[in-house]
């Protein structure tokens, strides 16, 4: 793999099964953890507090209009963050290729929640999320689910098991699972969001 990070290894990185993380130096590692924590979409189901949250219409949410201003967000969330300055600056050029996406949720006019991801073939790459009140995340995650279910996608990809993941639902399977429901669904041609370019697997250079 590369040690230099560029917007075209990434998505090559993804399409085999890796992904990027940065050390507390700075240094890139890639990773392919077995087992894999993934979303099962058409099992999701909100828990009833949160569906209480959403009915009552608690956060605006907004798809792409903040994409930078989520990373920064979620870099800043934990001490010794993963989202280098190098990780930062090629997943906005993947934002602006049209593979990166946000979901957030705004109150008051103020960003207060959100997550950011690629979206590639048919399945979508979750990063990372954040939140500064109470379920901003959650329902963030829950649009999300409901577009990708929407739009024929077949994979959330949450790569690395916590235990937050799995109170939200979250399941882990092994890499040799993972790989094989990958391999199947990059060749989905899905779109997360129309008003963004237009992107194409660059299948030779794989």
Not at 25 to 44: A, M, N, Q, T, Y
Not at 69 to 90: F, L, N, P, Y
Request: glycine share 8%; charged share 25%.
């Amino acid at each position: 793999m590369s040690r230099r990070l560029s917007a075209s290894v990434v998505i090559q990185a993804y399409c085999v099964g890796y992904f990027p993380m940065a050390d507390h130096r700075g240094r890139i590692h890639w990773l392919s953890p077995d087992p894999r924590c993934v979303f099962d979409l058409e099992k999701f189901r909100p828990s009833r507090s949160l569906r209480q949250t959403i009915r009552r219409g608690a956060f605006e949410v907004r798809v792409n209009t903040a994409f930078e201003k989520v990373m920064q967000a979620c870099a800043t969330r934990v001490e010794g963050t993963w989202i280098s300055h190098d990780i930062h600056r090629v997943y906005t050029r993947l934002f602006h290729e049209g593979w990166g996406h946000s979901v957030e949720t705004w109150a008051d006019g103020e960003l207060v929640g959100g997550l950011y991801g690629l979206a590639i073939g048919g399945a979508f790459f979750g990063e990372s999320m954040f939140h500064r009140r109470t379920d901003a995340s959650k329902v963030a995650l829950a649009y999300l689910v409901e577009r990708l279910n929407q739009r024929g996608f077949a994979m959330l990809d949450s790569q690395m098991t916590t235990d937050h993941l799995l109170r939200l639902g979250a399941i882990e399977i092994s890499k040799t699972e993972y790989l094989e429901r990958l391999a199947d669904v990059l060749t989905l041609k899905c779109r997360f969001d129309e008003t963004r370019p237009q992107v194409e697997l660059p299948w030779d250079e794989l």
